[in-house]
């Protein structure tokens, strides 16, 4: 049975069927709910700094050049852990690299040492107000340490 089959002071008394502004509340509630867990969502998912390996080139074995971009909020300072590994997958190569404050785009050519031919380079993670914490720490042979960085021509 309908509400508008139901005698009128039936309806009144139990107040019977639903109001059209209850509708269009519960809808306007239910939109800006899904609103306010998707602009969460892309905050969350948004990294504030964005970096990536554009290009690198061995140029011997002791030396790596490699060109990387980073996008981030111009007003902080930024660091970056950059490793660079031989074709086994060890560690060759692993710096710091701190970036001050300044444009909100930078792209570097940093010269990095190696131990040996680097096979692959990569940026572990940025981080603004410190070096980061939550990076995999170098991962050279025991009794081997990370080689000074950066490479200059002196030092080879």
Same mark, same amino acid.
């Given at each position: ?8 002071? %039936?309806? #009144? /008394? ?5 109001? /059209? +502004?209850? %509708? ?20 969350? !998912? ?6 990536k ?17 980073? /996008?981030?909020?111009? #007003? ?11 074709? !086994?997958? %060890? ?44 990076? %995999? ?6 009794g ?6 950066? +490479? ?5």
């Amino acid at each position: 049975m309908k509400a508008k089959d139901v005698p009128p002071h %039936i309806a #009144e /008394r139990y107040r019977l069927g639903t109001p /059209r +502004w209850t %509708i269009a509340l519960a809808v306007v509630v239910i939109a800006a709910f899904g609103a306010a867990i998707a602009y969460g969502t892309w905050q969350l !998912s948004a990294p504030k700094i964005q970096s990536k390996v554009l290009t690198w080139q061995v140029l011997s074995p002791e030396h790596t050049d490699v060109t990387f971009e980073i /996008r981030r909020n111009g #007003e902080t300072n930024v660091w970056c852990v950059l490793r660079a590994q031989d074709e !086994s997958h %060890i560690d060759v190569a692993y710096v710091t690299i701190p970036f001050a404050a300044g444009a909100s785009y930078v792209q570097l050519t940093y010269p990095l040492r190696t131990l040996a031919t680097a096979y692959t380079v990569e940026i572990l993670a940025c981080e603004a107000g410190g070096p980061p914490v939550r990076v %995999i720490p170098p991962q050279f042979p025991p009794g081997v340490f990370p080689p000074e960085q950066p +490479w200059t021509p002196n030092s080879a």
